[in-house]
């Protein structure tokens, strides 16, 4: 059993694989958070705290005058409120009736559920019966009426368990959440570091590690999305953890809005995190009977370091996250026709791209912006879903039809969420788009948004969408948003709720998308946020695959993919090849290498295919051989991080079956010297007693004749697992700038002459 309770002491322990978690409710019912680390006993970790009289930290009560070591301020607790007695930063703040902020939450009861809870009408892991189990725990302020239940969905193969909050308004006046946060873990000792992402539109996911000192820390959004500036994941460690070693915790917020990621050390040094919904212009009012979710977190711990704690990410995301079709099918790689055409194009230019496209294996078209309405450049025709048939010189009905005559599948790129002054929409609906009534609004890559937060404009997406896709024959949707949300205001909610319309906004697309994702279940959805500004595990619960920057060039790539690898898939990353000169950076990087970096995610085009040589669309074609031939190593192996990006000369990283029966290595060398120290590499995710052969992916003597045959390469030569774990490889040399190289290990038997 996943989930172990003793009655009598009234202690929870959850146990997964190979963790361990555990809460009480204490004699004075208050919920106290025990442990959480490396799997142990079902004992009482309690017994274990150390309660000293600590200065101006207040006491209870009923406790008051006689127990002055016991104080909210300086106990480990499962959910911590506000305004009682804890002067630390806390999960929840609510504003009462009367006025008062303050939130007294005492252990009530629980129960046992078979199975994963759900979210109705958000994102969150889910899990046949078999596969998890669920712990709802209840607390109470008994003089608001305000209950408040944490629910733990345990998923003990995985090492994962998940936290969200139900609150629910049992009284007779209202209550206004002012703070609500879906976790609270307080560690009783140790001295972490956390590492978190950072990053602008362009640079996302950039690394970032550093301790956790006493005051607050924190990371968070507040532009309505999870944005580009900072992801909703982080990690804490302890120091000197690494890929392999050391206790590593890792927290995904499943959401794609506004959030709040802080950590505090404390007067005696315990840590404390939180995270949950950003407090900032948010509010939320329950009448009696009124109930709220706040969203879900992912966490899981791992004491064999960091690569292990991502793994476990990948495989909670890809296998109970993601959902539908597109889950498990193999997806097309594609072209995407925006680098190569911009907004500049004809039908015909299209179907050109469409017709080589084929020829050279490609399998999906991708027709990008510009396509519909007045939309010449970024200032007009957002908003319109009618296509510019005087641009592409038929329907766009027509347009499809003939490029998957060509043998090609057909997707389209949709920004259903912006909108712009000049349009149609606009001048019919206002009122529609997002702003305050007396202000001008703050314009963003010259386009508004449209108010997802009312109901009847998201009928009105969901409608027109369903009738421009159910009327082509589209197999792919880019789901774009080009601006973040600012002058945050709707003209449905009362002056006292407008605190709700960022969640509501959120809300109101996870609606939109859940009815277009069932009513077109053919379809592969994939998400773009200006790039990453909304590369969530929220999104990815209604769309599969991310387009993860804007940044198309292959060595930007390698940071912002390194820093995306920690909490996500490669299945989630959507990732091309572009032209060179790089449109964002003017880099000129080999075609090889760009190929390299689009492999490590779901892999496709974004250039004009008809002006490259034929030398270069030879390789592409086997660039796509290459691809399809590892497709399930690549989307569903495990991923390993060899060497970052952020030092040395060359990134590593590697891709193993779980079987340990296969790997992919791939090198790219980002910064090239004379006379260079070998790369070494120490493979990952072998079987030690199984002997291996190593092949380049290309043909080293026919690329570069006269070269040295790299070492290690032989043909027919075997090593063991254990030799290439505990001594390595040696990565080939770079021959020219930006090399890549890629080399595949498989597992064969050793030849009878092998020495026993």
Known sequence: MAIIIDDTCRVFTLQTKNSTYQMKADAQDVLLHTYYGEKTDNSDKSLLFYQADRGFSGNPYELGKIDRTYSLDSLSQEYSSFGTGDYRITSLRVQNGDGSQAAQLRYTGYCVQKGKYGIVGMPAVYADDEEAQTLVIRLEDSCSGMEVELYYGVLDELDVITRAVRITNQGTQDIVLKKAASMNLDWEYGDFQWISFYGRHGMEMNFQREGIHHGIQAIGSVRGSSSHQYNPFVILCEKGADETMGSCYGFTFVYSGEFLIEAEKDQIDRTRLICGIHPDNFSWTLHGGDTFWVPEVIMTHSGNGIGKVSRNLHKAIREHICRGEWKDRQRPVLI?????????????????????????????FVLDDGWYGKREDDSTGLGERFP?????????????????????????????????????????????????????????????????????????????????????????????????????????????????????????????????????????????????????????????????????????????????????????????????????????????????????????????????????????????????????????????????????????????????????????????????????????????????????????????????????????????????????????????????????????????????
Not at 338 to 363: D, H, N, S, V
Not at 466 to 472: A, N, R, T
């Open 336 to 364: 995407n026709n925006w680098e190569a055409t911009y907004f500049t194009f004809t039908g015909e230019k299209l179907i050109a791209i469409a017709k080589e496209a084929k020829r050279l294996g490609i399998e999906l």
């Open 388 to 756: 510019n048939e005087e641009k592409l010189g038929c329907t766009l009905k027509e347009l499809a039809e003939r490029i998957v005559a060509e043998g090609m599948q057909f997707g389209i790129w949709l920004e259903p969420e912006g909108i712009s002054e000049d349009s149609d929409l606009y001048r019919c609906h206002p009122d529609w788009a997002v702003g305050i009534p007396g202000r001008k609004p703050c314009l963003s890559r010259g386009q508004l948004i449209l108010d997802f937060s009312r109901k009847d404009v998201q009928d009105f997406i969901i409608e027109r969408l369903s009738e421009l896709l159910g009327g082509i024959p589209v197999t792919y949707v880019k789901w774009d948003c080009n601006r973040a949300i600012c002058d945050k205001f709707s003209g449905m909610l009362d002056a006292g709720r407008q605190g709700e319309f960022s969640h509501r906004y959120v809300r109101g697309l996870y609606r939109g998308l859940e009815k277009l994702t069932e009513t077109f279940p053919g379809i592969l959805f994939e998400s773009c946020g200006g790039g990453g500004g909304r590369f969530d595990a929220g999104m990815l619960y209604y769309m599969p695959q991310i387009w993860g920057s804007d940044t198309t060039d292959a060595i930007e790539r390698l940071s912002i993919q390194y820093g995306a690898s920690f909490g996500y898939p490669v299945s989630a990353m959507g990732t091309h090849v572009s032209t060179v000169p790089n449109h964002q950076t003017g880099r000129v990087t080999p075609l090889s290498t760009r190929g390299c970096m689009a492999m490590a995610g779901t892999f496709g085009y974004e250039l004009d295919i008809s002006r490259l040589t034929p030398e270069e669309k030879t390789e592409i074609k086997e660039q796509i051989s290459t691809f399809k031939k590892y497709y399930n190593l690549i989307q569903r192996g495990d991923y390993y991080r060899i060497f970052s990006p952020l030092e040395g000369t060359c990134t590593v990283w590697e891709i193993a079956d779980p079987s340990g029966g296969e790997a992919l290595l791939s090198a790219v060398y980002h910064h090239v010297q004379a006379n260079p120290v070998p790369v070494r590499v120490k493979v990952q995710g072998l079987k030690d007693e199984a002997g291996y052969q190593l092949f380049l992916t290309e043909d080293f003597k026919e690329k570069y004749p006269g070269k040295r045959r790299p070492y290690g390469f032989g043909p027919g030569e075997v090593i063991s697992g254990a030799a290439l774990r505990q001594f390595g490889l040696v990565i080939p040399e770079a021959v020219n700038g930006f090399q890549a190289w890629q080399i595949y290990v498989k597992e064969c038997p050793y030849p009878s002459t092998h020495p026993k």
